[in-house]
């Protein structure tokens, strides 16, 4: 029954994109859109769904995933449009994939570790570009990534071939000595005139952050998630501390430091009281 409902749902969902995009009874913006203009709403989407996942409210979950599933109908109408592909050959080209890639499920292929199968992933993906040795081991990442995920997924490519560190004490040895040269690059006076001085800081701050995506990577944690998880729980202290300026009748840019420090220390009291 519940397969049948979900058969249903997914018709009702091609067939109401259908009919937005009509030519005469059509919703006027969806009959305007094209790849170019849906593709930013894509990734809007996409990060909506992580920050639900980040903040765990999980009965905003189905809308936001039914939010992302709607741009998938929407790119396979506007193909099918174009008469290039339909929404079933998206299904088709997953559905292969997602075999093809593990053989270890879907065939008798065995792996004697999590690590041999990233490996074998990655040799099937590599198979599938085609690349036969023909391309350097960091061909091929994805060009619309965030720049954490570009690293972390330039580190894996490196790793696969055995460029990487040991141990995360190793890491962390490499992040104190990274935080160490952007300090002299911060300190450093006689580094030139202000734009060179801040190309060099800029430079070692990438550094650092490559090296605390490296660590996040030897952790088994995503850089990403990690970051959006430390901005929502800046973003809920520094609301307490508003509520606690407000109650003292009192506005933030009236307070100097040491006052707001002082409320920020209080606000992370209340909110693990809470």
């Known amino acids: 029954m519940a397969k049948a409902k979900q058969q249903t749902r997914l018709d009702d969902l091609l067939e109401i994109m259908v009919k937005l995009r009509d030519p005469v009874h059509g919703c006027p913006w969806d009959q305007q859109q094209t790849f ?40 396979a109408r506007l193909a099918e449009e174009n008469g290039w592909f339909d929404f079933a050959d998206v299904l088709e080209a997953i559905c292969s994939k997602m075999v093809r890639r593990h053989p270890h499920v879907f065939a008798d292929k065995r792996y004697a570790n999590v690590a041999e199968q990233t490996r074998a992933w990655e040799q099937i993906k590599s198979d599938e570009r085609g690349d036969h040795g023909r391309q350097g081991v960091l061909d091929g990442i994805g060009r619309g990534l965030s720049a954490f995920r570009t690293a972390e997924k330039l580190q894996k490519r490196a790793a696969g071939v055995g460029f990487d560190w040991p141990d995360v004490r190793d890491v962390l040895d490499k992040l104190d000595e990274e935080i160490a040269e952007l300090k002299v690059a911060i300190h450093d006076t006689a580094a030139g005139d202000n734009e060179t001085r801040r190309a060099q800081i800029e430079d070692e701050l990438g550094d650092v952050l490559f090296c605390a995506v490296n ?3 030897h952790l088994e944690l995503g850089a990403d998630h990690a970051l959006r998880k430390a901005n929502l729980k800046f973003a809920r202290r520094f609301r307490q501390v508003e509520a606690l300026a407000s109650a003292t009748k009192n506005t933030l840019e009236e307070m100097d430091l040491a006052a707001m420090e002082a409320l920020w220390q209080r606000a992370k009291t209340v909110l693990r009281e809470q």
């Open 215 to 217: 660590l996040a990577r």
């Open 36 to 75: 170019a203009t849906i593709s930013p709403y894509t990734i809007e989407e996409a990060h909506e769904v992580a920050d639900v996942i980040a903040r765990e409210a999980w009965s905003e979950l189905p809308g936001e995933l039914g939010d992302l599933l709607f741009q998938v109908a929407f790119y």
